[in-house]
T-cell receptor
Framework: QQQVKQSPQSLIVQKGGISIINCAYENTAFDYFPWYQQFPGKGPALLIAIRPDVSEKKEGRFTISFNKSAKQFSLHIMDSQPGDSATYFCAASETSGSRLTFGEGTQLTVNP | DGGITQSPKYLFRKEGQNVTLSCEQNLNHDAMYWYRQDPGQGLRLIYYSQIVNDFQKGDIAEGYSVSREKKESFPLTVTSAQKNPTAFYLC??????????FGSGTRLTVV
């Protein structure tokens, strides 16, 4: 009930391509969906987040798409750059509670 | 600047030793968390605290202990009962309804 499933586990994209990472959840009480970016040896940093009252949120080259009926959300990185190479985690929580449930992570490599 | 400070950045533990990892935040966040990350793996919750003087076990609490005597501080002790403590430890804090702010981590190695 509390799981967030993330795929793929790893992703290799050419520079300039689109990177897509998908997450699915089961708990219908979740209403906050952030994405985190983590570089090696560093703590994760909040990248972008969405609430279920919108179906899409865009910040620069990063877009979250949200499908409430399917209980799925995804991160799209447009014009992927080698500097985007990192591990990405999706997460979800209930606004009434503060604890996040994390996906397993996706290791993205963007080749020059 | 507001943020979370974890120290030390690197820590070495001998067999049978207890070690304490520090986590301090000046964000005025109520909730604080400790996660463990193994190479190439995800984030596993060790302990969390939503209010001073109260904390709950996460998914992998065995061999660890915490305290929350002050809002700003949430130290984690890795005890000798933790048989495989080598990992990257992350502290985070949050305000209810929003995401976490993570520290920069402590890398613990058993020597």
């Amino acid at each position: 009930q509390q799981q967030v499933k993330q795929s793929p586990q790893s992703l290799i994209v050419q520079k300039g391509g689109i990177s897509i990472i998908n997450c699915a959840y089961e708990n219908t009480a979740f209403d906050y969906f952030p994405w985190y970016q983590q570089f090696p040896g560093k703590g994760p940093a909040l990248l972008i987040a969405i609430r279920p009252d919108v179906s899409e949120k865009k910040e620069g080259r990063f877009t979250i798409s949200f499908n409430k009926s399917a209980k799925q959300f995804s991160l799209h990185i447009m014009d992927s750059q080698p500097g985007d190479s990192a591990t990405y985690f999706c997460a979800a929580s209930e606004t009434s509670g503060s604890r996040l449930t994390f996906g397993e992570g996706t290791q993205l490599t963007v080749n020059p | 600047d507001g943020g979370i400070t974890q120290s030390p950045k690197y820590l070495f533990r001998k067999e049978g030793q207890n070690v304490t990892l520090s986590c301090e935040q000046n964000l005025n966040h109520d909730a604080m968390y400790w996660y463990r990350q193994d190479p190439g793996q995800g984030l596993r919750l060790i302990y969390y605290s939503q209010i001073v003087n109260d904390f709950q076990k996460g998914d992998i609490a065995e061999g660890y202990s915490v305290s929350r005597e002050k809002k700003e501080s949430f130290p984690l002790t890795v005890t000798s009962a933790q048989k495989n403590p080598t990992a990257f430890y992350l502290c985070a804090s949050s305000v209810t309804g929003f995401g976490y702010t993570f520290g920069s981590g402590t890398r613990l190695t058993v020597v």
